[in-house]
């Protein structure tokens, strides 16, 4: 598969070496770009300074803030949509160079960190344009060990593949401010609410509640990162929640912390 990209403007040169094994890419995209589904032969970390994006792959669709980062392994296909201006930083790893991190098994499949301050700053420190290798090599390894921490679950929404499952998934994510019953999502779909049920648990490991709480609170995490001046008690009624309380609390479980929180860490 090939990448399929709308012309942008380069920030720094398109692409450099930090150091051998290590390349570059800053690029600067508009709100509402796609980068069609596509697969590099590195593997890469895609990190947003600013702005938000959304990274859908086979196995599912995780929505990157400016907090966030995602790792794709070499040869994983995946497509990229901007939600809002974004000022993307991709660092690409050769894999080579990853044999001696590859005891992780984490860095064999995609997955989302939660940025700290250091890792953040860690990135936009390589793209600093100086000819300085050896602060390179230091910066690429302490970017690599901050990603051995906890990876963050809170804005990947698993995709099933079963078509049942799937088609039921598509009708939840086109609406999530509804409350869906599964009862009546199964006879859309064709299907017993035990047997969708059943599929949901085995295809995202999620009970069906869950997975439907989850995409509820990542349109959430969307809005809160793209609409600046939404307010979190007017998002919570646009989702159908009964009352602030409830949405903090759903919000919570789900991403660890109030949306207050959230808005102020973006």
């Known amino acids: 598969m090939t990448i399929v990209e ?33 697969m590099h032969r590195e593997a890469q970390l895609v990190y947003a300074a600013s702005g938000t994006m959304q990274v859908t792959t086979p196995k599912g669709r995780w929505l ?13 296909a995946h497509a990229i949509d901007m939600l809002s201006d974004s000022e993307m930083r991709t660092i690409f790893f050769d894999g080579d160079l990853l044999q001696g991190h590859m005891r992780k098994p984490r860095l064999s499949k995609e997955f989302v960190v939660l940025v700290s301050p250091l890792l953040h700053h860690a990135i936009l420190a390589l793209f600093e344009d100086r000819k300085d290798r050896e602060r ?22 698993p995709l099933p593949q079963e078509p049942r499952c799937r088609r039921a998934a598509d009708i939840v994510l086109a609406t999530p401010a509804m409350t869906h019953e599964i009862e009546t999502l199964a006879r859309k779909v064709g299907t017993s609410a035990r047997t969708l049920s059943r599929l949901f648990a085995a295809e995202t490991k999620l009970s069906f509640k869950a997975w439907c709480r989850r995409a509820r609170i990542a349109t959430a995490i969307e809005r809160l990162s793209t609409e600046r001046h939404l307010s979190v008690k007017a998002l919570a009624s646009d989702l159908g929640y009964a009352s602030m309380p409830a949405f903090s609390h759903a919000f919570r479980q789900v991403t660890g912390k109030s949306p207050t929180d959230f808005v102020r860490r973006l």
């Open 64 to 76: 990157v803030p400016p907090d966030r980062a995602v790792w794709v392994p070499a040869h994983h």
């Open 136 to 157: 390179a090599d230091l910066l690429v390894r302490l970017a690599m060990l901050e990603l051995r921490r906890t990876e963050d679950s809170a804005t990947f929404i």
């Open 6 to 38: 709308t012309p942008i403007r380069p920030l720094v040169a398109d692409r450099r070496a930090a150091q051998a094994g290590v390349h570059l890419v800053a690029r600067s995209y508009k709100k509402g770009m796609r980068l069609a589904p596509h």
